[in-house]
């Protein structure tokens, strides 16, 4: 008897599970509610994808997140690994959902 064993797909970076806990504790405090700052709400993954280019590493919230960017002393704990995990969900995954 012949038993086939097959891996699992890559599992991969998601809005939801990933990006979606990031803006919460970083990002919408001032990026959300009625009057977001610069008018750029990221409460949900419509406004997030406004500054999102799948698999564009040139990616406006690239650019803000990344070590040296506007924004990237915001990401706290660990700002490097929540700037890389972003870069990983457009550039890698081409910023899915779900």
């Known amino acids: 008897m012949t038993v086939t064993v097959t891996a699992p797909a890559p599992v991969g970076l998601t ?3 990933d990006i979606k806990p990031i803006m919460d504790s970083n990002c ?3 990026h959300g509610g009625p009057q977001p700052t610069a008018g750029r709400d990221f409460s949900t993954y419509a406004g997030v994808m406004t500054v999102v280019t799948p698999g564009d590493p040139n990616s406006r919230i690239i650019q803000m997140t990344r070590t040296g960017g506007s924004m990237h002393f915001y990401l706290n704990p660990n700002p490097d690994v929540r700037a890389q995990t972003i870069y ?3 550039v890698t995954y081409g910023a899915p959902q779900q």
């Open 15 to 17: 809005y939801v599970t």
């Open 28 to 30: 919408i405090m001032c």
């Open 88 to 90: 990983d969900w457009i």
